[in-house]
């Protein structure tokens, strides 16, 4: 699973800081819902306590994030994880991964944010 994160998801021109997210104009309309996880805010405690609470759940439990500021919510459960963006007019989840890949997702975004603070 390769995306192209940036620090301008949206190709704005003279932005005047950084926005953590993921290139809109690669995202296939299957993933459309990943736009959402742009912030200006994230930082790599946040990402790695998201990735703690999600390898945490035991059993039926679940984790719930909002991106903040954002329409993208994630849940997450032991066995995988579920984007839902509050202007999709779906009723199940706009994308439902494995939990490996959500924890290899964000792992990769991790770095990322890391590598561009």
């Not at 704005?12 to 959402?36: H, P």
């Not at 945490?56 to 066995?79: E, N, P, R």
């Not at 579920?82 to 991964?97: C, G, L, M, P, V």
Request: no cysteine; glycine share 6%; charged share 25%.
């Amino acid at each position: 699973m390769e995306y192209k994160f940036t620090t301008n998801p949206y190709g704005q021109i003279n932005m005047s800081g950084k926005m953590f997210g993921i290139d809109v104009a690669t995202l296939s309309q299957e993933d459309w819902a990943l736009e959402g996880i742009g912030w200006d805010e994230w930082t790599v405690e946040e990402i790695q306590m998201i990735i703690d609470k999600s390898k945490a759940l035991q059993g039926d439990q679940m984790y719930g994030y909002q991106v903040a500021g954002s329409d993208l919510m994630i849940y997450i459960y032991t066995d995988e994880a579920q984007f839902f963006s509050t202007r999709s007019e779906k009723e199940e989840a706009d994308i439902s991964w494995i939990f490996d890949k959500f924890i290899d997702f964000m792992e990769q975004f991790k770095a990322f944010v890391r590598e561009n603070s």
